[in-house]
């Protein structure tokens, strides 16, 4: 128990920090290490408790929570959270007070410019990771693409149309 | 900017008297239910430039660009910022508190009802479909964050390889990222005109 709590505080204490571009780049390594490393979770596991956490409000780096709540309880629960949110926010405390300093200077660009394209291509995988956790056969896949079509470029709400696909998992099509 | 950002550090624009850390808090946790769904820079806008007018649209611009380059969750940083901007740690710790702490008690109760009921068909088959949908919202994302981007030969291919290495050959990202940023940062540095 101690030694789960001990590897859920170092794990999320360094994704914390890794991080980069908001909390959805950290879900592809979060799939590694919780599912294929430690097997907190299974595949599927993985899946729907990113599904819950995006139909609950708050940042949905929360998702965090529930890995340790699989993992050790609610001990693991809230040390997960700690552990996902002391090291990036002690960096923005930090950082906050002191960014008269440095704003506009030619690093700060550069960082700025040279973390978008990384952030893109994490962004992307986080998709492709966890609809490869999600989806199981062909129809899965299929209500995916057209989720996805739906919330890129129509002005449903994304809740909806997450709940609509629930539906038609409840009336048995997936 | 620069005039703009300390004014935006040593006093609040319109505000007579700085919030009081539990207001902070309570704006902060008004945020995170508004910004159900998504959309929490939105809602942050609406809620700290339009209603409150805590922030003018060139400061909240910059309050949202530097959380964005700060590692960590977009929404919790903006909370330490502004909080850290009004009453220092205890600003940015009740701020943080509002974020999160009713959202982690739902999101827990959700869990544990998950945990405890995952075998029972109607949820396993309700949760199939609702997990296919959110995919699909994050495939949507995707997307949309892409699109409006200035694509260029060179940034494609970073983009492509880190998400090669991550999605293909499931690379730790602490490695992806040791190879990639020092790249792509020094490929964006800015050439002296």
Redesign the interface.
């Known amino acids: 128990m101690i030694k789960t709590l001990l590897a859920i505080a170092g794990y999320f204490a360094v994704l914390s920090l890794l991080a980069v571009g908001g909390g959805s780049t950290v879900i592809p390594d979060m799939h590694r290490y919780a599912v294929l490393v430690q097997g907190w979770l299974t595949d599927r596991q993985f899946g729907d408790i990113y599904a819950i956490a995006r139909t609950s409000p708050g940042p949905s780096t929360l998702i965090v929570s529930l890995v340790g709540l699989k993992a050790a309880g609610l001990p693991g629960a809230l040390v997960a959270t700690l552990a996902m949110c002391t090291p990036c926010s002690t960096l923005a405390f930090l950082v906050s007070r002191g960014r008269v300093m440095f704003e506009g200077r030619p690093w700060v660009i550069a960082i700025e410019r040279g973390l978008a394209p990384v952030t893109l291509g994490l962004i992307g995988a986080s998709a492709c990771v966890i609809t490869r956790a999600a989806d199981h056969g062909v129809i899965a896949y299929g209500v995916t693409a057209a989720t996805a079509a739906i919330a890129a470029f129509t002005r449903f709400h994304p809740l909806l149309v997450i709940f609509a696909a629930g539906a038609l998992g409840a009336l048995g099509v997936i | 900017?620069?005039g703009n950002?300390?004014a935006c550090?040593d006093a609040p624009l319109n505000g007579p008297a700085p919030p009081s850390a539990a207001r902070l808090a309570a704006v902060f946790l008004r945020i995170?239910?508004l910004?159900?769904?998504?959309g929490?820079l939105m809602w942050s806008q609406r809620v700290l430039v339009e209603r409150l007018g805590w922030f003018s649209d060139t400061q909240f611009l910059?309050a949202i660009?530097?959380?964005?380059?700060?590692?960590?969750?977009?929404?919790?940083?903006l909370a330490?910022?502004v909080g850290?901007?009004y009453r220092g740690?205890r600003g940015?710790g009740a701020a943080?508190a509002g974020?999160?702490l009713?959202?982690?008690a739902?999101?827990?109760t959700?869990?544990?009802l998950?945990?405890r009921f995952?075998e029972v068909r109607?949820v396993q088959?309700?949760?199939?479909?609702?997990?296919?949908?959110?995919?699909?919202?994050?495939?949507?994302?995707?997307?949309?964050?892409?699109q409006p981007?200035p694509w260029s030969v060179?940034?494609?291919a970073?983009?492509?390889?880190?998400?090669v290495a991550?999605?293909g050959f499931?690379a730790?990202?602490?490695i992806v990222?040791a190879v990639?940023?020092p790249v792509?940062?020094?490929?964006?540095?800015?050439r002296r005109a």
């Open positions: 900017m620069a950002s300390s550090r995170a239910m910004s159900f769904g998504g929490s910059g660009s530097l959380c964005q380059i700060l590692p960590g969750p977009n929404l919790p940083n330490i910022v850290a901007q740690w940015a943080l974020v999160i009713v959202p982690l739902i999101l827990l959700a869990g544990a998950y945990f995952n109607l088959a309700v949760l199939t479909g609702m997990s296919a949908g959110a995919a699909g919202t994050a495939v949507a994302a995707a997307i949309k964050l892409a981007y060179k940034s494609a970073l983009a492509l390889m880190t998400f991550v999605a499931e730790p990202l602490v990222l990639m940023l792509s940062i020094a490929l964006a540095w800015p």
